[in-house]
Each structure stands twice: as structure tokens, then as C-alpha cells.
């Protein structure tokens, strides 16, 4: 039976480890900086994102992060699904359509006006699970990131 709980801190190594399986899958395997206490200081000192926690049968099996967002034409709150993962072992099991539906109530319980997240366009798999789950592609929006030299210059500093 698939059962999802909210991570408390001592969930931390679990997460950074789930953390750590799924930049392999997405063939990032050695993109993954972050340290315990980086992730314990974000979900529980400035609580700036949450953890969800999902277990198999009483053992952890995946792990969904997130944390609001907020829409200006909505006028509400919204959710970002930074990082959804399931163990290889697991899935199937419905752990990960456990996680989105868990996820998608506390989107209504904190009237928040959407749920979204990316998803890599190589990873039909998971693209193919998102259509299955009501979710539709943003066809016309790309990401825009700035991360390290260029954050800072962006900065001015």
C-alpha cells in the first residue's frame, strides 16, 4: 500500500539520496551540489520548499519537493513540482500518481490557482504519465535560467 507523508527533518539523507537518483536518470549524475545541511536549512530553518515523502508498504520509495509560487493573473498562490522521483523498484506501483494526487489537494486546500512543473523532453516516460494525469505542456514557453558567473554578472556584482 502506497502511503505519503510530510518529511520531517530526519528524512533529509533520504531526500539528498533520492536527490542523487534522479540526477543519474536524468543524466546529470554528477550535477547534484547540494549537502544535507543546505536541504535541512531549505525545508526546515526558512522553510522556503516542502518535502513529501512516499512509501511502499512502510519503506520509502520516492519523494516529491516543491514549493509557491505566484501567478499575477491568477491572483493566487500557485504550486512548483520542483522534483518528483520514484525508485525504479517501485514504479509502477502508484507512488508517483500517488505523490501528484497528493500534491494536487494541497493545491486546493491552500487555493492556490495552478500546479506545474517541467519536465525534461527526453523523458517520454514520464511526459507520456503527466498526459495520463490530466497535465498539458506550456507548447509556447521555454525556461529561462541564470545560474553562477552569470548570476553574478547579472548582478552587477
Known amino acids: 500500500m502506497i502511503a505519503i507523508r510530510t518529511a520531517a527533518p530526519d528524512d533529509v ?12 536518470y536524468e543524466r546529470e549524475p554528477d550535477a547534484v551540489v547540494a549537502t544535507e545541511a543546505m536541504l535541512h536549512d531549505a525545508l526546515f530553518a526558512r522553510r522556503v520548499a ?33 522534483d518528483l522521483y520514484v525508485t525504479p523498484g517501485a514504479r509502477g506501483a502508484g507512488a508517483g500518481k500517488a505523490l501528484l494526487r497528493h500534491l494536487a489537494g494541497i493545491a486546493l ?15 517520454t516516460p514520464a511526459i507520456d504519465f503527466y498526459r495520463a494525469m ?24
Not at 13 to 24: H, Q, S, T
Not at 111 to 117: L, S, T, V
Request: proline content about 4%; hydrophobic content about 50%.
Open 50 to 82: 516542502e518535502s513529501l515523502i512516499a512509501e511502499l508498504d512502510g519503506r520509502p520509495v520516492g519523494f516529491a519537493l516543491f514549493f509557491h509560487n505566484f501567478s499575477t493573473w491568477t491572483g493566487k498562490p500557485g504550486i512548483y513540482l520542483e
Open 109 to 123: 486546500d491552500r487555493d492556490c490557482g495552478r500546479f506545474e512543473w517541467a519536465v525534461l523532453d527526453w523523458n
Open 13 to 24: 539523507p533520504l531526500i539528498l539520496d533520492l536527490v542523487r537518483e534522479l540526477a543519474v
Open 134 to 157: 490530466g497535465a498539458q505542456a506550456m507548447e509556447e514557453w521555454t525556461v529561462q535560467r541564470v545560474t553562477g558567473d552569470a548570476l553574478v554578472a547579472l548582478a552587477g556584482r
